[in-house]
C-alpha cells in the first residue's frame, strides 16, 4: 500500500483509474452470477475494477479458500501462486478467472494487493522487490526485510510451528518452513512474502506513526 501510494503521489495514476488502464491483461473481466465452476454464468462488469477497488478489497476478488463457492475452486485450480513463477504470470491467470461480484459491492479479503505488486512493477520499471528495497527497505534503514533470506542470515530465521496431533505445536519440517525463503526468490507477493525483524518492522511503523517521515526523509504525505 505504500508503495501503490508513493507512485500515485508522484502523479502516476489516480485511484479512481481501471487498473487495466497499466495491467492490459485485464481488460475484459466478467462477474460470476451462477452454476458450476466448469459452466459458469458470467455477466459483464457495471463499472470497471479500480486501483481503489485493489486497495480496499472491494474489487470481487478472492483469496480461493472457500471450496463452496465456484469461484474459489477455479482459483484452487488455476495454481495462481506458482512459486517457481512471477507476479506477471499470477495476473494473467487471474485475467482468466471470472470476478465474485461486481466491483465496489461487496468487501472480500483478496490477492488484490498481489495485483497491486504487479502494477508497482509495470508502473516503476522496478521489480516489487527492487522497488521495496530501493525506496523503503534502504532508505528506512531496514537491512533485514527481504523477499529472500541470503545464506548467511539462514541461522537467524526463526522455525514455523503447526498444530499437532495430541493438541499442542509441533515444528514444521525445516525444509518446507525454510525453502521458500531462500535464494533465488521470484515470486514477489504484493500481499505476503516478506521476512523481516521486530527492528526493521519498528523503523517502519515510526515512518508511518510520524506521518509518513522518518530521521529528516519523508516517503508519504501525511495526507
Request: glycine share 8%; charged share 25%.
Amino acid at each position: 500500500s505504500v508503495a501503490v501510494m508513493m507512485l500515485f503521489e508522484e502523479g502516476h495514476y489516480l485511484l479512481s483509474d481501471p487498473v487495466s488502464d497499466h495491467l492490459p491483461e485485464l481488460q475484459g473481466l466478467r462477474v460470476y452470477v451462477d452454476g458450476p465452476e466448469d459452466n459458469p454464468v458470467l455477466e459483464d462488469v457495471q463499472r470497471m475494477l479500480t486501483i481503489g477497488d485493489l486497495l480496499c478489497h472491494t474489487g470481487g476478488l478472492s483469496y480461493g479458500q472457500d471450496t463452496q463457492h465456484a469461484v474459489d475452486r477455479l482459483y484452487q485450480n488455476s495454481r495462481l501462486f506458482r512459486r517457481d513463477g512471477n507476479i506477471a504470470d499470477m495476473v494473467t491467470r487471474l485475467a482468466e478467472l471470472p470476478l465474485k461480484f461486481q466491483p465496489g459491492t461487496h468487501w472480500e479479503y483478496s490477492i488484490a494487493h498481489d495485483v497491486l505488486g504487479r502494477l508497482v512493477e509495470v508502473v516503476s520499471g522496478l521489480s516489487f522487490a527492487e522497488f521495496l528495497q530501493s525506496r523503503i527497505f534502504a532508505p528506512l534503514n531496514m537491512p533485514d526485510t527481504s523477499f529472500e533470506v541470503p545464506q548467511h542470515k539462514l541461522d537467524r530465521l526463526a522455525g514455523l510451528y503447526r498444530p499437532s496431533t495430541s493438541g499442542g505445536i509441533e515444528p514444521e519440517e525445516e525444509a518446507e518452513a525454510l525453502v521458500r525463503f531462500v535464494s533465488p526468490v521470484t515470486f514477489f507477493a504484493g500481499g505476503e512474502g516478506l521476512v523481516s525483524t521486530l527492528p526493521d518492522c519498528f523503523r517502519f511503523l515510526q515512518m508511518l506513526h510520524k506521518g509518513g517521515e522518518l530521521d529528516g526523509v519523508r516517503y508519504l504525505d501525511p495526507k
